[in-house]
Nanobody, 126 residues
């Protein structure tokens, strides 16, 4: 699976951005998908995940109520709508794909993901 992110940019605090990740490969609908982020000097952290059919989602506590993950299996895309962005949200955001043993499980550990995009930068000014 090849993953390509888009949609990053520079915004002011309180603004919104929508990140998109487009996947190649017919097996896309079998994968659990997630967004991670990594700020300078920090470890990569789980932000949001969605299972294969979009019926289950999981979020980092600090983004609950502000970020929404969704997927469109027909168009091989997964999106992250980010509202009310704050300076602490600034990071490189990565899309990742995982083929879990349990199709309903959403993995939060980065090392368990099989495929990664190249990342897209999100910068938030205060």
């Amino acid at each position: 699976v090849n993953l390509v992110e888009s949609g990053g940019g520079l915004v002011q605090a309180g603004a919104s951005l929508r990140l998109s990740c487009t996947a190649s490969g017919r097996a896309f609908r079998s994968y659990g998908m997630a967004w991670f982020r990594q700020a300078p000097g920090k470890e990569r952290e789980f932000v949001a995940g969605i299972n294969w059919d979009g019926q289950r989602t999981d979020y980092l506590d600090s983004v609950k109520g502000r970020f929404t993950i969704s997927r469109d299996n027909a168009n091989y895309t997964v999106s992250l709508q980010m509202n009310n962005l704050q300076p602490e949200d600034a990071a490189v955001y990565y899309c990742a794909a995982d083929l879990p043993a349990d199709a309903e499980y959403i993995e939060r550990t980065a090392s368990k993901y099989d495929y990664w995009g190249q990342g897209t930068q999100v910068t938030v000014s205060s």
